[in-house]
């Protein structure tokens, strides 16, 4: 089948590492959409492993909570990838101080999240970097899971997998002692984090470098014991760190002040030290919290960008 | 229309059957006998870099598929086909996740190849050869994740013996077996797991006293024909060249008794060649009588059939309102 190009590239929106983001049409729909091209001349090790992770994994994937890849096509020897477009992020509605929401407002967000991470792993798949940039907003309000450039299979058991993965503010203390074998408790940390900050406003655990993150996630959730965590003596750091208590019920409440009694739960359960007794996906999305009011908010009537 | 601005959508087909596999190679393979040869050793390449590389058995399995799939759609010329060879396994790498550095994978290759001196300009020049083969390598094979992604023969096999309560010396025969099988065409015909059944009902057989269970293989995802095809295949691979085969290398003492005879012996038993329905419509195939057009602008490349027939239906609903 043969006929006029496809897609158009009409303005560059930005620029990564390993690709350039165009804005543009699909002629046959007049859909607006999201041209990633990858970049592959100048970098020494060949077409690079997260536009091949971001392929692989999204390819297959089709869930209202994770980006679409509409398409694969390459032109004049360049790779391109055609995503949904989305033009906003849960970071930048975190950060916009003009906006205001409410905690059914939060409530929506971290369902729609929870769905998407659901989804992955039910398929699967490990995100590996979830943060409130990774999160995009559509125009109808729905929140998507992005950038699976560092996303992986499982693995089997015997595999090695890297522990530097996931920016270091929503890291999962697993992965800051070094751990070779996770699951997707790791995203489950993540999402947590995510929903401390859009209780906050402002990011939960900022750890300035790798060695601070371990201090500032410990001082504020307490140094694990291999009381609650048999395993974590074995891991080499673990020995020289600095030992916090776990902060009390009382001191979270005075932290999270709207925070209500079943979010503070549902919130802690996302951020236990082991792995292993961590919430997972389907612990979280039939918590207490999603059943309380307020009921979470509808996607198209979430608060959004005001674009100027 | 200029060729300028045209899109092709190509859609993705990971397995053919041996006659189309045959058509594609008219295209691109002028001697055959020359391309078996170099086959040969490039996989003897392929299996030696993987050995001093320490990668497991799934990168060189995904390897070899590239290797084979590039060449349905890409001429093929002697000189090049090591530096293809190494491009397809510095890709499968990557596919697999077992990464290496490329300059780790072009000292080996080069290493290997018996290049005496390595220089670093050499290096250099192979670095850049293989860079430009792997996009080239992905196109052959439509983007498409769906293969070599999470089930490899080896892997596989073990799960499916478990699951049937075969013995552990089934299971292991079964897995040097599989070893053979890599390097045969088969990988471009039928899914790993295919193939899985197919060693281990062979295994089954030349093992006395066990047993191949009766199964349905849609239990396995899997169905008569495709298993059928691998099993032919590799029966008729060793009793062409069982001397040459790894499996004679490394049979176990009490299966020393395993020879060229026991397959043909195998093969009688088994009754009448069958395998996957041939197509009525290669001599018609676009994808495999036409020479890729490279010039086209844009080659987009999809999984579903469905995605195409939508689109075309799309389009003439658009014509017709125009009109």
Redesign the interface.
């Known amino acids: 089948m043969i006929s006029r190009t496809e897609y158009s590239k009409e303005k560059k929106v930005g620029e990564g590492t390993y690709a350039v983001v165009y804005v543009g049409t699909k002629r046959s729909s007049n859909r607006r959409i999201a041209i990633k091209e990858i970049k592959t001349s100048g970098f020494k090790d060949g077409l690079d492993m997260s536009a091949i992770r971001e392929v692989k994994y999204l390819q297959e994937m089709q869930h209202a909570n994770v980006i679409e890849l509409v398409d694969v096509f390459m032109a004049q020897n360049n790779l391109n990838l055609v995503l949904e477009f989305l033009p906003a992020d849960l970071e930048m509605i975190i950060k916009d101080t003009s906006i205001l929401f409410t905690q059914a407002d939060i409530k929506s967000w971290l369902l729609m999240t929870l769905r998407g991470v659901h989804h992955c792993h039910r398929n699967f798949i490990l995100h590996r970097d979830l943060k409130p940039n990774n999160l995009l907003l559509a125009p109808d309000g729905q929140l998507k899971l992005a950038d699976f450039g560092l996303a992986r299979n499982m693995g089997s058991p015997q595999e090695f997998l890297t522990s530097n993965v996931v920016t270091r503010w929503y890291r999962a203390p697993e992965l800051l002692f070094g751990a070779k074998h996770y699951t997707g408790a790791v995203d489950m940390w993540s999402v947590g984090v995510i929903f401390a900050e859009l209780m906050l406003r402002i990011p939960y655990l900022p750890g300035k470098d790798d060695i601070d993150q371990i201090d500032v996630t410990f001082r504020a959730l307490g140094t694990p014991t291999d009381k609650d965590w048999p395993e974590i003596s074995t891991f080499g750091t673990y020995n020289k760190i600095q030992f916090y208590p776990p902060p009390s019920r009382e001191e979270l409440r005075r932290r999270f002040i709207a925070a209500t009694e079943n979010a503070l739960s549902l919130m802690s359960g996302m951020l236990v030290m082991n792995p292993h007794k961590r919430l997972d996906p389907i612990q979280c999305l039939t918590s207490e919290y999603f059943l309380e009011l307020p009921e979470p908010t509808l996607p198209s009537e979430l608060p959004k960008l005001n674009k100027n | 229309?200029s060729g300028t601005?045209?899109?092709?959508?190509m859609l993705s087909r990971p397995y053919l059957t041996r006659s189309q596999i045959k058509r594609a190679q008219q295209n691109t393979i002028p001697d055959r006998r020359v391309y078996n040869q170099k086959r040969l050793s490039a996989f003897k390449l392929l299996c030696d870099m993987c050995v001093q590389l320490k990668f497991p058995r799934k990168t060189l399995e995904t390897a070899m598929y590239f290797y084979q799939r590039y060449y349905l759609f890409n001429k093929f010329e002697t000189e090049l086909c090591y530096d293809v060879a190494t491009s397809c396994l510095?890709?499968s790498c990557?596919?697999v996740?077992t990464?290496k550095?490329?300059a780790d994978i072009v000292v080996a290759s080069l290493r290997l190849r018996n290049v005496l001196k390595v220089s670093p300009e050499m290096q250099d020049n192979c670095?850049k050869r293989?860079?430009q083969l792997?996009?080239r390598i992905?196109?052959t094979c439509s983007?498409?994740?769906?293969v070599n992604?999470?089930i490899h023969i080896d892997?596989i096999l073990v799960k499916i013996a478990k699951d049937l309560s075969l013995s552990r010396e089934v299971t292991h025969l079964a897995w040097i077996i599989a070893f053979d099988a890599l390097k045969l065409e088969i990988l471009l015909m039928v899914p790993q797991h295919t193939i899985a059944l197919a060693v281990l009902k062979i295994s089954c057989e030349l093992i006395e006293g066990a047993s191949w269970p009766n199964i349905r293989y849609s239990l396995f995802e899997s169905d008569e024909p495709s298993v059928s095809e691998a099993y032919f295949d590799i029966l008729n691979f060793f009793i062409n060249v069982f001397d040459l085969s790894d499996l004679r290398g490394n049979l176990t003492e009490n299966l020393q008794n395993i020879g060229i005879e026991t397959f043909i012996e195998l093969k009688k038993h088994a009754g009448l060649e069958k395998g996957l329905k041939e197509p009525d419509n290669i001599s018609s195939d676009a994808l495999l009588t036409n020479e890729r057009d490279f010039t086209?602008?844009?080659?987009?490349?999809?999984?579903s059939r469905k995605r195409?027939n939508d689109?075309?239906s799309?389009?003439h609903i658009?014509k017709k309102e125009k009109t």
């Not at chain 2, 601005?5 to 959508?9: G, K, Y």
């Not at chain 2, 983007?143 to 769906?146: I, L």
């Not at chain 2, 086209?296 to 999984?303: A, G, P, W």
């Open positions: 229309m601005f045209q899109t092709q959508v510095f890709l990557k596919q996740e990464i550095k490329i670095k293989i860079v792997e996009l992905l196109e983007f498409d994740y769906r992604n999470s892997g086209i602008r844009e080659r987009r490349y999809v999984l195409i689109e075309r799309n389009k658009q």
